[in-house]
């Protein structure tokens, strides 16, 4: 079965500054990567989504993701980050269509001014 | 936008009371799922439903159970609650594995 790490709990971050949310996924033939985010309160919603092609992923919000196979990899970067842009952050994988999707434990990003 | 409408943003509820939580998408999607979120756990899945009166168990199904009577309305029911069930309970839809599951607002359920 999938799994998928996410390296950091928390990151702290000032405003303006890049971040970068770190995801890694167990190996598969294929995998479908995802990233959301969860603000205050509220659901998920997707950022982005690798499924095939391109390996640099871009999504909303200014945020992109690079898939890396070798490392099994698929970070999440933002080259300046807004107060906004506090909230907690999820890598999901699925190796089929047909299945769930499995999420990691997320990342709390926090902005500060 | 898809909307995915969860019918209780806050609940609480006396262990050994049976509890349903309601979810019910709009836009004809075929998938839907029901997970619980608690602090450092994330997401964990605990069923799911492909299609009209089918259901499936995820990670963690006991002490819960599911309905689907009807595409839109997906129902978890807490046979008979208990403390450790306290917990946010997010309801979510998707059309096909790939295209990226819409969420409900959710559900936080404390049981007392």
């Known amino acids: 079965a999938q799994s998928v790490t996410q390296l950091d709990s928390q990151v702290p971050v000032f405003e303006e500054a890049p971040v970068e949310l770190r995801c890694n996924y167990s190996?598969?033939?294929?995998?479908?990567l995802f990233w959301y985010v969860q603000y205050p309160n509220q659901g998920l919603q997707l950022l982005l989504k690798?499924?095939?092609?391109?390996?640099l992923v871009k999504g909303i919000n200014g945020f992109e993701a690079e898939f890396n196979k070798s490392q099994t990899s698929f970070h999440l970067r933002k080259p300046s980050v807004h107060i906004s842009d506090t909230a907690e952050y999820f890598c999901a994988v699925s190796d089929r269509d047909d299945t769930p999707l499995v999420f990691g434990k997320g990342t709390r990003l926090s902005v500060i001014a | 936008d898809v909307k995915v409408t969860q019918s209780s943003r806050y609940l609480v509820k006396r262990t050994g009371e049976k509890v349903f939580l309601e979810c019910v998408q709009d836009?004809?999607?075929?998938?839907m799922f029901w997970y619980r979120q608690d602090p450092g756990l994330g997401l964990r899945l605990i069923y799911f439903s492909y299609d009209v009166k089918m259901k499936e168990k995820g990670d963690i199904p006991e002490g819960y159970s599911v309905s689907r009577e009807k595409k839109e309305r997906f129902s978890l029911i807490l046979e008979s609650a208990s403390t450790n069930q306290t917990s946010m309970y997010l309801c979510a839809s998707s059309f096909g594995g790939l295209g990226g599951y819409t969420f409900g607002s959710g559900t936080r359920l404390t049981v007392v």
């Open positions: 690798y499924l095939s092609g391109s390996t």
């Open positions: 836009m004809d999607h075929e998938n």
């Open positions: 190996s598969s033939v294929s995998v479908y």
